[in-house]
């Protein structure tokens, strides 16, 4: 299968006012059964997104923002890992969000994202997000209390807004040449509770384990209504929402590669145009290297 939206668009959220997360199966594959297909489709993904990566860096016009959302477990950041392995380091970043810092408590919410922006010409990746802030807030709108926001603003339709002020900032981005892209890795509640307990039997995973992990399972169809009221409010052509199946990770990983090459497809990167200045001096600079020691003897050899 190609690298060309096909696999990927069906879990793209073209209409967002409409959108219901039970519509999505965690389990889907689109059919397909065979892990070392998508394997295969994954592989051809990574090497055009090395193509593309190369030409994004050397356009300098665009640069490129992927932003995943999931529940605990459902594979974040092995899917970054695996699908990302093949770009070069240098013009990529990742930022993980956890808790925010007194610091960043001190500031809007949107501030400590802002930082981490990538620049133009490199894959800025937001393993977590902004978007913490309208669903694990919402959730535990305790939270609220920690951000030291005036109290007459802490008010019933705080998530609406700050839906609102996401949209519209992700708009700003799009119009200064950031292009968005956001997954929501749908995890299934059974299959993540088949992936706590394969952490707590397989000793090389302790380390993954949570137990407050297992505690905010309470509270999964409360975090299911908040991410469909945050796709819902900002999905949009400049930034839209994949809603990913994640019960399969090999297959959520080729949707999710398969997505990234066609956004960067239809950015049309180009490689600089060189004028007729530029390719006399390359022309010139051929001529003195080849003048240099030795390099008459090796250009007859060649």
């Not at 016009?61 to 240098?90: C, E, R, Y």
């Not at 992700?170 to 509640?189: D, M, Q, T, W």
């Not at 839209?240 to 990983?253: G, I, N, T």
């Amino acid at each position: 299968m190609s690298n060309d939206g096909r696999l990927s668009s069906p879990f793209r959220i073209d209409k967002p006012a409409k959108f219901r997360l039970r519509d999505i199966d965690p389990d889907d594959t689109q059919g397909l059964r065979d892990e070392e297909h998508a394997l295969g489709t994954l592989r051809k993904g990574i090497e055009r997104m090395r193509e593309l990566q190369e030409r994004l860096y050397a356009e300098n016009s665009w640069a490129l923002l992927l932003v995943f959302q999931a529940m605990d477990a459902a594979g974040k950041d092995s899917t970054i890992k695996h699908v990302m392995s093949g770009v070069n380091p240098a013009g990529c970043q990742v930022a993980s969000f956890k808790a925010p810092s007194s610091e960043e408590l001190d500031h809007d919410f949107l501030w400590r994202c802002v930082k981490h922006l990538p620049e133009r010409g490199r894959i800025g990746i937001f393993n977590r997000s902004y978007y913490e802030e309208v669903l694990v807030v919402r959730v535990h709108q305790e939270f609220l209390l920690r951000q030291g926001l005036p109290e007459r603003l802490r008010t019933k339709r705080i998530f609406d807004e700050r839906l609102q002020d996401i949209a519209c900032w992700e708009r700003y981005l799009a119009r200064n040449g950031v292009a968005i892209i956001k997954f929501y890795l749908h995890v299934s509640k059974a299959e993540q509770r088949r992936r706590f307990l394969a952490r707590l039997d397989e000793e090389d995973k302790h380390w993954k384990f949570n137990a407050d992990d297992v505690k905010e399972r309470e509270h999964w169809d409360e975090y299911m209504d908040a991410y469909e009221a945050a796709i819902r409010a900002t999905g949009t052509e400049e930034a839209p929402w994949y809603v990913v199946p994640a019960d399969h990770k090999w297959f959520m990983r080729a949707v999710v590669a398969d997505a990234i090459v066609a956004r960067m497809k239809d950015l049309d990167l180009k490689y600089p145009a060189m004028d007729g200045q530029k390719k006399a001096d390359l022309a010139e600079s051929r001529k003195v290297l080849m003048a240099g020691k030795g390099g008459k003897k090796k250009a007859e050899e060649a």
